[in-house]
C-alpha cells in the first residue's frame, strides 16, 4: 500500500518555474515505477513523465521534454517534479502515480498505475 501526497502547484506566469513534490508512504516505494500525470478542463488525463524503479531511466512527453526534470529520492521517499519555461498549456491539475510492475511499454498508460495523489493545481498565465 502506497499514499502519496502532491504539493507545490500554483499560480506561474508564462516562462516561470514551479517545483512539485509527491511524498509517499509505504516501505515499498523503491520497488514502484513513479511518474506525473495532468489532466486539464475538459480533457483525459495525459502522461507527463515517469522514472523507473532504480531512478537511472526517465521518459517524458514530447510536450514537456527538455523543460520539465522528474527524479526520485527513495530515502525521502519523494519524487519531485522541476518544471522550467512553463506555458499556458501546461496548465492543469498534476497528479502522483505509483505502479507496481508497470511494463515499460505502457508506462504512459493511466490505468497501469495502482496509487495516485489528489493532485495538485499548476495555472499557467498568458
Known amino acids: 500500500q502506497v499514499q502519496l501526497v502532491e504539493s507545490g502547484g500554483g499560480l506561474v506566469q508564462d516562462g516561470g518555474s514551479l517545483r512539485l513534490s509527491c511524498a509517499a508512504s509505504?516501505?515499498?516505494?523503491?520497488?514502484?515505477?513513479l511518474a506525473w500525470f495532468r489532466q486539464a478542463p475538459g480533457k483525459e488525463r495525459e502522461f507527463v513523465a515517469s522514472?523507473?524503479?532504480?531512478?537511472?531511466?526517465?521518459y517524458y512527453a514530447d510536450s514537456v521534454a527538455g523543460r520539465f526534470t522528474i527524479a526520485r529520492d527513495n530515502a525521502a521517499n519523494m519524487v519531485p517534479l522541476q518544471m522550467d519555461s512553463l506555458k499556458p498549456e501546461d496548465t492543469g491539475v498534476y497528479y502522483c502515480?505509483?505502479?507496481?510492475?508497470?511494463?515499460?511499454?505502457?508506462?504512459?498508460?493511466?490505468?497501469?498505475?495502482?496509487?495516485w495523489g489528489q493532485g495538485t493545481q499548476v495555472t499557467v498565465s498568458s
Open positions: 522514472i523507473d524503479r532504480t531512478g537511472i531511466h526517465t
Open positions: 502515480a505509483a505502479g507496481n510492475a508497470v511494463p515499460e511499454i505502457q508506462k504512459d498508460v493511466p490505468a497501469r498505475y495502482d496509487y
Open positions: 509505504g516501505s515499498t516505494f523503491s520497488t514502484y515505477r
